[in-house]
């Protein structure tokens, strides 16, 4: 099953997260600056973005690399 997956990620690339982000006050929206290889470490970035007054989470989007993050 490993070398299977190590197949798959080699062929599609690996899966990571990345947080969508909006500026307050502005009608701004980008990817946040840090890239996730966990959905619970980019859910985890959610919550304490949740506290920030300059930043608003939008969404979380999943998307696959070949490159190492």
Same mark, same amino acid.
């Given at each position: 099953?490993?070398?299977?997956?190590?197949?798959?990620?080699?062929?599609?690339?690996?899966?990571?997260?990345?947080?969508?982000?909006?500026?307050?006050?502005?009608?701004?929206?980008?990817?946040?600056? =840090?890239i =996730?290889?966990?959905?619970a470490?980019?859910?985890?970035?959610?919550?304490?973005?949740?506290?920030?007054?300059?930043?608003?989470?939008?969404?979380?989007?999943? =998307?696959?690399?070949?490159?190492?993050?």
């Open positions: 099953m490993l070398l299977l997956n190590e197949i798959l990620s080699f062929l599609l690339g690996r899966r990571y997260y990345a947080n969508i982000i909006n500026t307050i006050g502005t009608d701004k929206c980008e990817i946040s600056c =840090f =996730f290889r966990s959905r470490a980019a859910r985890k970035h959610r919550d304490t973005l949740q506290t920030n007054r300059s930043y608003r989470y939008v969404e979380t989007i999943k =998307f696959r690399s070949r490159r190492e993050y």
